[in-house]
Every structure is written in structure tokens, then in C-alpha cells.
RNA sequence: CGAGCCGGCUGGACGGCCGCGUCGGGAUCUCCGGAUCCCGCCGAGGAAAGUCCGGACUCCACAGGGCAAGGUGGUUGUUAACGGCAACCCGGGGCGACCCGCGGGACAGUGCCACAGAAAACAGACCGCCGGCGCGCACGCGUGCUGGUAAGGGUGAAACGGUGGUGUAAGAGACCACCAGCGUUCCGGGUGACCGGAGCGGCUAGGUAAACCCCACCUGGAGCAAGAUCGAGAAGAAUCACCUUGGCAACAAGGUGAUUUGCGCAGACGUUUGAGGGCGGCCCGCCCGAGUCUGCGGGUAGAUCGCUAGAGCCUGUCGGCAACGGCAGGCCGAGAUGGAUGGCCGUCACCCGGCGCGCGAGCGCCGGGGACAGGAUCCGGCUUAGAGGCUGGCUCGUCCG
């Protein structure tokens, strides 16, 4: 699970992201990444919306992005704030699948900067 | 052994690596708000679900009564309460164990009753049956008109009690007996719904109230985003600093941070007799300058509380047919808030399929599968969803003893 510190918790953090990041879409997910949101550690927020599924599955969903993403916190640069959006079909996918979306969408954002 | 009826329990186990939340303890750092690390305890369900009822709790409203609106509807009990549950009653189904019932009132009134049928609510003569009159006649009857008749046929979910007799031209509760049903009186049993028995009456009464309606009883409204405490500021604007992109640069665009400026009321000081601010260590001085300062109040974001020990759970015992209740002892079992309780992998058990071995029960190998579904103030119910596994009692049938 994403340490409390890499967790992001304010709904004005999660609107700043999402309007005025960067966008990638790849396989099952979207991410947002706003590179200079703040000062400290990287944050990371996730949007999973009824589209996906029941709240089981929307659960199950989040709890998997939310362990592949703290493998990847190495990867994202002080200030920066990220938020991940899951699409529908994102239930069916496994850990690998999404985590290989991720990879996809963050060299994406990488490579434009 | 076969077929069935009614319940109860369970809702995979173990391990490895990496993680998360509340609480408790310790260490370190600290701007004293807290932060980080380590250790320990605990960390989703039988439905946590749907949000359909009932309560606790909170705020608002409220003298009392009535109307409206909504709900409930056999009786007795149970409970904090209920539309729940238990037992019983009545009706219906089943050989039976048992199951089903949206189970007050249709003489308070109104409405509706399709299709079929002659006629459907102050019923109704299509066929049939019977009498009278006329005509024909093969003397059995046929036919026309007129009247009687609800016993028979046919239609229908339902046709104005059933069977037998008396009676009659034919018939009819017109009359009689028995039966069913209705009303009523009395006796007996039961807390009661109701049941059993005896008598009397008039001979017969349709259904629908999840149609309006009537009767009895219940209900004030909103909900933890309730509500309470603290409470910066944001937006927009200005100044400064930094970052990114473009550009040779000035600069432009975007972003981040800091500072100032905010609403209502009251008061003080002040606009050339200069409040306040900048430069500065301070004074003088110079510059900017029309508002500034203080107090109180309300309150957004946010934070804290509400927030989890309760109509609680387990065991025993007593009362009760039971639901349930009394007593005694023991136990503490989630409290998140962009929302923890997990991610990846392995082993075992279970189920399914294929192949091989074995006379066989079965064994081995390979592959696959594990439902419905996750707290968000908390309880009591109901309803719905659901892969499987374990287990108790009872009924009917067959065979054996």
C-alpha cells in the first residue's frame, strides 16, 4: 500500500491535477501528472469511478494500482502530483496488465516533457 | 433403500516476500502543533447489500383537541419498538411430515362485473314442459295465437340452496322432512380469536374493499453530509521570489510559494494641524499617502468531537409449549474519511475435465475452478443475491427381523 505521505488527500489537489496536468491515456488507465503541484514528497491519487464496476470491484481494482504505483514512486520527481483515472475493463485486467499500462502512460508523459 | 418435509452450522487452511489503518508502549527529531522509526494487540459479512419497516441518538417544531395525509388489519402473547417473531384460531392444499393466506366491514352508501348467454342484481322465457282458443287430421298428433311455468337443456367464474316427498294442467319453499347456510336465544368450554350442543325464525342471502368508502389502532418533521466546538482564509486583485516553456535579449504565457487586501456591528485616531506605511539599529530627515487600528459577532475550507461497551457476546441455570424473559459467571470483537483490513507467489485439502494403471473400492499425472458480495452513527427485523460443504429431527413407501 502508498505510504501516507505519497497519498493524495485534498479534492483541490485532485481538480489542479486533472485540469491543468498533463494527460496519457494507455490499456485501462489515465494519468494526470502535474509536475510542480507542491514541495515534498511525490503524490499520488487514483479515480475509479462506478463505470468500472460494484464497489467490490472497484476496490479490488484500486487496492492493485495502488501496489503497483508504490513500486513506481522511485520514478516521480519531488513536487509532482499524479492521478490516476481507471476506465472501464480495468476489473478484468490483472496486476501485470495494469502495471505494464502504467509503465506505457509514464514513459509517454516522459518523453514530452 | 427410495421419495419427500422442516430446520441448524459453515462460507477454505497454512506459509514466504513486500505493505496499510486504529490503539498502547518506547526511541529520535521538533517551528511544541506534531513528524519519523521500532515493538505489541486488534483490524469486514451472513447477508456488511437493497434501504423496505421499527427504534436509539441529534436538531427543529409542539398547551390541548380536531381535520387532512400515510400506514397497519384473525386472537393472545413477546419486545425499546415494529408491517418482526411465537403459539393458537379460521379458510384452502397435501395420504402424511407440513405448507399457503394482501385473514376487519359488502344489510352505511356509491361504483364495477369483460366474453359467452334468452337473461348478470328490484334478474331472466332461447329450447323445453303445460293449459285455453282456432285450424288441419292418418285421431298417435301437427300448427297458429294467447297465457302459465325456473323441474330439465345449453352459456358462464357465478343463474336466486341440495336430496326426497306432498302438491299441480305443468311447476315452484307453495307446503313438509332431513342436510347445508344465514340470523337469533340459551347452555357448556376457552384470557381471546373461536369451538361444541340445544331451540326458534324466515325459507336463501352473488362477487369485488391491492375500487372509492366505513370502522379500530398507530404516526410531528428532517436526518451522523444529524449536530457540537475551534476556525485560517479562499476566489479576484496587487507586490515579490522561484520553476517550466518560447525567445539572442527585453519580455510573454503557465504554474508554485510568501505577503497584503475580506463580511456584519461598535469604538478610537486621521485627510496638509498627516492616521498609517517605506528607507533605517534608533532619532532627525526624506518619500508614499486616505484610510488605519482595536474589540465583539457570524462563519467558508479545514481540523477536532459525535465515534463506537452495546436493547452487546458466550456459558450455565430457572420460568415459559414457544417467541422471549429473570439470575449468576466470564469476555471486549473494526472505527477508516480520496476512505485501512491488502499486492504477488507457493503448498495442502475440496470440486470438474482429460489421460494412464488396477478385477474393483481407488491411485497417479496434467489442466482448470472456488460463489454472492465489502463497513461509513449504532442496533432489532424483513427482502433479495449466493459456488459449495457438514449436520439434526420428522413423514410416506418397499424389503428384512
Same mark, same amino acid.
Given at each position: 500500500m502508498l505510504p /501516507?505521505?505519497? &497519498?493524495?488527500?485534498? +479534492?483541490?489537489?485532485f481538480a489542479s491535477v486533472v485540469r +491543468?496536468?498533463?494527460?496519457?491515456?494507455?490499456?485501462?488507465?489515465?494519468?494526470?501528472?502535474? +509536475?510542480?503541484?507542491?514541495t515534498g514528497k511525490p503524490v499520488v491519487g487514483l479515480v475509479v469511478g462506478k463505470s468500472v464496476g460494484g464497489s467490490v470491484a472497484r476496490?479490488?481494482? +484500486?487496492?492493485?494500482? /495502488?501496489?503497483?504505483?508504490?513500486?513506481r514512486l522511485d520514478g516521480l520527481a519531488d513536487g509532482s502530483g499524479l492521478v490516476v &483515472? !481507471?476506465?472501464p475493463g !480495468?476489473?478484468?485486467?490483472t496486476s501485470a496488465e495494469l502495471g505494464a499500462d502504467l509503465d506505457? !502512460?509514464?514513459?509517454r508523459l516522459a518523453r514530452s516533457r
Open positions: /501516507r505521505e505519497n &497519498r493524495m488527500r485534498r +479534492s483541490s489537489e +491543468s496536468g498533463e494527460r496519457a491515456r494507455r490499456g485501462h488507465v489515465v494519468v494526470h501528472r502535474h +509536475s510542480s503541484l507542491h476496490h479490488q481494482v +484500486s487496492r492493485r494500482l /495502488r501496489a503497483q504505483l508504490a513500486s &483515472r !481507471a476506465l !480495468a476489473a478484468q485486467a506505457a !502512460a509514464l514513459n
